[in-house]
Structures are given as structure tokens and as C-alpha cells.
């Protein structure tokens, strides 16, 4: 499985972005994004379950992320609104065998990180 991790960027806090990221090969993991902020460990930030029945977000993105997926385009998309400064980071895609173990950073494969900056 190779994922391709896009749409990161700058933008103002209060500001929106949409995070890509699509799989070749097998399709049907449980995904999710995670976060790696400079100086700090990565960390979960939300998943998806196969075909996309449960999701899971991490507390300080709830209400802001929406976490969703295209089966057909082997897609997963996380929908990010009033962005804040303290969510600047790279964000990675992952794909796992279970979405429990996703929140526990069981990651199979990785994508490559994708910027996201938010000013201030």
C-alpha cells in the first residue's frame, strides 16, 4: 500500500483546509490522520473505520475536523475549519488493521507529511 498525502498550506487562523489522502493498492484499512508538531511526538488526530461506519477525533480538533472517505477514489479526506495556530504541524496519513489500534499509533503503512501552517 503507498499513500499520498496532499492539501496542506498557510493560512489565518479562523482559516479552512482539506487534507487528501489516497491509497494504491488494497483499500479497505481503517485510516487516519496524525500530527507532528516541531519538537513533539506525533500524535492521533482522527481516524476512520472500513467502509467508514465509526470515526474517531482526538478532543482538541472535535467540532473543528471532519474526518470522511471516498471507497470508490481509495480516498480519505480531513475537512479542517477555524484553524488554529496551535494546529500547525505535519499531518501524515496511516492506515491500520483496526481503528483501536490506529488511536494507539498501530500504522502499517505511512504516507508522507503534508504542511499545515496557521498564522496567527
Known amino acids: 500500500v503507498q499513500l499520498q498525502a496532499s492539501g496542506g498550506g498557510l493560512v489565518q487562523a479562523g482559516g479552512s483546509l482539506r487534507l487528501s489522502c489516497t491509497a494504491s493498492?488494497?483499500?479497505?484499512?481503517?485510516m487516519g490522520w496524525f500530527r507532528q508538531a516541531p519538537g513533539k511526538e506525533r500524535e492521533f488526530v482522527s481516524g476512520?473505520?472500513?467502509?467508514?461506519?465509526?470515526?474517531y477525533y482526538e478532543d482538541s480538533v472535535k467540532g473543528r475536523f471532519t474526518i470522511s472517505r471516498d471507497n470508490a477514489k481509495r480516498t480519505v479526506y480531513l475537512q479542517m475549519i477555524n484553524l488554529k495556530p496551535e494546529d500547525t504541524a505535519v499531518y501524515y496519513c496511516?492506515?491500520?488493521?483496526?481503528?483501536?489500534?490506529?488511536?494507539?499509533?498501530?500504522?502499517?503503512?505511512w504516507g508522507q507529511g503534508t504542511q499545515v501552517t496557521v498564522s496567527s
Open positions: 493498492g488494497r483499500s479497505n484499512y481503517n
Open positions: 476512520i473505520s472500513w467502509p467508514g461506519g465509526r470515526t
Open positions: 496511516g492506515v491500520g488493521n483496526s481503528l483501536s489500534g490506529l488511536l494507539a499509533g498501530q500504522v502499517d503503512y
